[in-house]
C-alpha cells in the first residue's frame, strides 16, 4: 500500500507563470518545497487532478528526472487515475501536446525553460498545458499563481523512483504509469501532414542537409524522421544526443548561438537546407546556403506555399503572429483573402484561434511557427514543412526567397535583445518612451516620421477577454515599426526586447543586409528610447 503524506509549507515570493510557466535557476527549483509547493498549486488551482488523466515529460536538462519523479508521487497523492509519461521523462513540447490531444488528456506537466540554457547552475522550468494542448491562459495561470500565495500544505506518495527507462505500464498506488515511446506519436502526425515520398526524393536527388540538435530534446525526433525514415544521409542531424547541460552550450536556435550550423551554411560548399532546433523542440532557425531566412519571414513562406503541402492543401482558415513578429504574413493573408489576427507575445494567445477555427497558422518572431496540428509551436514540423515545400517546388532556399520578395516586398526585420538588464532601469526606459507616445505622431527622426505610437492591448475575439500592456509600439510613414517590450521568459534582471521593421518594395534593394536596411530605425529607437543610457549598453547582447 502506498502511503500520502501531507508536509506542511509555506507560500514562497516569485512563483508567478510567465508567458510560459515558471522559469527560475536551476537551483531555486532544488531548493526546500519549492517544486512540491508549484506543482501543489498548479492542482489547487486547476481544481484538483483527483481522477484526471495528465501527460508528463521534458527536455532532459538538469534537474529533468528528479523533478518528474515528484511529479509522478505528487499526481498519484492527489487522485490521479493515469500519468502518461515519455520514456526516461523525455518529451518534447510539441509531442507532448500532441499527447494531451491524442489521447483525450485533462492536460499535462511540461519541465522545461525552452531555449535558456540548462545545466546545475542554468534555468529549469514548469509549465502547465489545458486538455487542448495548449499553454494554460491567463484565467487559468491566474488561479495557480493565486493558490501559490496561500498554499499551506502539498501531498506526496512515499515511494521509490518509478522506472522510466522502457516502455511499460506500472502502477504507484492507484494510479497507472504508461511509459511512452517519446517519438513515435509525432512521427505518425508528422507522416499525415507531410509527403514524405516526396521529402525521400528530395533526399535522393543529392539534396543536402544539417539539422543542429543543440544536444537537446529534438535530436531523437530529426534523427529517426530525418535520417531514419526520409533517408537523409547519416551525420545529418549533429548534436543528436540529449544531454542535461545542452553540451555546455546555448539551446536558442539562432544565428549566435548555432554559430557551427551558421559558419558551415554561409560557406560556398554548404549544405542546401539547415535548420535547428532549441532545449524543448518548439523553436526552428531555417537557414539556407548562403541566405538566412528570419522567423517572420518563414511565416510568410509557409502560409503563401501550404497548399503544396498534403495537410493544408484545402487553404488556410486564417493566420496569426504576435504582435512584435514583422508584417510580412499580413501582406500574404490580403493576397489570399483570409484574416490575419495579431496577438500578444505567448502561444496561449493563438490557442483560442486555433479551437475556434479562426486561424491554421501561427507565429512569433522569436523562432516559433506552428498550426493547428497540435496547441504548441513546433520547431521540427517547421523544418518538414520547409523540406515538403522545397521538394515540390524543385528550387533553392534563396530562390524561393527571392520569388517570395518579388511577390510581396521585402520586411527587413530585427530583433536587439539587452539580456539581464537592471530590472528598474529597463522598467525606467519603458516608462520614458511610454511617456512620449501621445506626443510621437507627426514627428520625425531622421529621414523617419511617426504615423502613431501606442501600448498595445488585445481583445481576445472568441472569448473577449483583453490582455493590456503587451508592448510599445512606434510606427512610421512606409510600414516601419519600431516595438520594445520586457521579456517575460528570463530568469535574471530584465530582457529588453527591441523590434525594428522596414518594408521594401523596391527589388533593386532586397539583398542588402538587415541591420544596413533598419539603420535609420535603429538610429530612432536610440533617439526615441535612450537604450544606451539607461541600460548603461553600448550594443545589444543578441542580435537576430
Request: charged share 25%; with cysteine.
Amino acid at each position: 500500500m502506498t502511503t500520502i503524506r501531507t508536509i506542511p509549507t509555506e507560500p514562497i515570493e516569485g512563483q508567478k507563470p510567465g508567458t510560459s510557466g515558471l522559469r527560475k535557476k536551476t537551483p531555486v527549483f532544488q531548493g526546500h518545497h519549492y517544486l512540491e509547493n508549484f506543482i501543489q498549486s498548479i492542482w489547487n488551482g486547476i481544481g484538483g487532478v483527483e481522477g484526471k488523466t495528465l501527460v508528463l515529460g521534458g527536455d532532459g536538462r538538469h534537474f529533468n528526472s528528479q523533478a518528474a519523479q515528484v511529479v509522478l508521487r505528487m499526481a498519484a497523492a492527489g487522485g490521479a487515475k493515469k500519468v502518461i509519461v515519455g520514456k526516461r521523462a523525455l518529451l518534447s513540447t510539441p509531442a507532448a501536446s500532441n499527447l494531451i490531444r491524442k489521447r483525450g488528456a485533462d492536460g499535462g506537466i511540461i519541465l522545461s525553460a525552452s531555449h535558456n540554457p540548462g545545466g546545475p547552475n542554468g534555468d529549469f522550468g514548469v509549465k502547465y498545458n489545458t486538455a487542448n494542448g495548449g499553454p494554460a491562459a491567463e484565467g487559468v495561470t491566474g488561479k495557480i499563481f493565486d493558490a501559490t500565495k496561500v498554499i499551506s500544505e502539498f501531498h506526496i506518495t512515499e515511494s521509490h523512483d518509478v522506472g522510466l527507462r522502457m516502455t511499460d505500464t506500472v502502477t504507484l498506488g492507484d494510479m497507472e504509469i504508461e511509459i511512452v515511446d517519446p517519438v513515435g506519436d509525432y512521427a505518425a502526425l508528422m507522416a499525415e501532414l507531410f509527403d514524405f515520398d516526396a521529402i525521400r526524393a528530395l533526399f535522393r536527388s543529392g539534396f543536402r542537409m544539417r539539422f543542429d540538435a543543440m544536444h537537446a530534446v529534438t535530436g531523437p525526433y530529426a534523427s529517426r524522421i530525418l535520417e531514419e525514415t526520409l533517408g537523409a544521409s547519416p551525420g545529418t542531424v549533429i548534436n543528436a544526443i540529449p544531454l542535461p547541460d545542452f553540451g555546455e552550450g546555448h539551446p536558442d536556435p539562432n544565428p549566435t548561438w548555432a554559430k557551427t550550423l551558421w559558419d558551415e551554411m554561409m560557406s560556398d560548399s554548404g549544405p542546401d537546407f539547415g535548420a535547428a532546433s532549441d532545449g524543448d523542440g518548439d523553436r526552428n532557425m531555417v537557414v539556407g546556403r548562403k541566405c538566412y531566412v528570419s522567423p517572420s519571414d518563414s511565416l510568410a513562406v509557409l502560409a503563401a506555399n501550404a497548399t503544396l503541402v498534403p495537410g493544408y492543401r484545402d487553404g488556410l482558415k486564417g493566420v496569426a503572429r504576435s504582435m512584435p513578429t514583422s508584417q510580412a504574413v499580413d501582406r500574404v493573408a490580403e493576397k489570399l483573402g483570409i484574416d490575419c489576427y495579431e496577438t500578444p507575445t505567448g502561444w496561449k494567445f493563438f490557442g483560442n484561434l486555433l479551437d475556434a477555427g479562426r486561424a491554421t497558422l501561427c507565429g512569433e518572431e522569436s523562432f516559433g511557427t506552428g498550426s493547428d496540428h497540435v496547441r504548441e509551436k513546433d520547431g521540427l514540423w517547421a523544418v518538414l514543412f520547409w523540406l515538403n515545400i522545397l521538394a515540390v517546388k524543385k528550387c533553392s532556399v534563396s530562390e524561393l526567397m527571392e520569388e517570395h520578395w518579388a511577390t510581396y516586398g521585402r520586411n527587413y526585420y530585427s530583433r536587439h535583445d539587452y539580456e539581464a538588464v537592471d530590472s528598474d532601469a529597463a522598467s525606467g526606459l519603458m516608462d520614458h518612451v511610454r511617456g512620449q507616445l501621445a506626443d510621437l505622431p507627426g514627428k520625425s527622426f531622421g529621414p523617419l516620421t511617426v504615423t502613431g505610437a501606442d501600448e498595445f492591448a488585445y481583445d481576445d475575439p472568441v472569448d473577449g477577454s483583453r490582455a493590456e500592456g503587451q508592448g510599445l509600439r512606434v510606427g512610421f510613414e512606409g510600414g516601419g515599426r519600431l516595438v520594445l517590450r520586457l521579456s517575460g521568459t528570463g530568469t535574471e534582471g530584465a530582457t529588453l526586447r527591441v523590434y525594428l521593421e522596414k518594408v521594401e518594395t523596391d527589388p533593386a534593394q532586397f539583398s542588402l543586409d538587415p541591420q544596413d536596411a533598419l539603420a535609420d530605425v535603429i538610429a530612432a529607437a536610440e533617439s526615441i528610447a535612450g537604450i544606451r543610457e539607461r541600460t548603461g549598453r553600448d550594443a545589444p547582447d543578441v542580435i537576430t
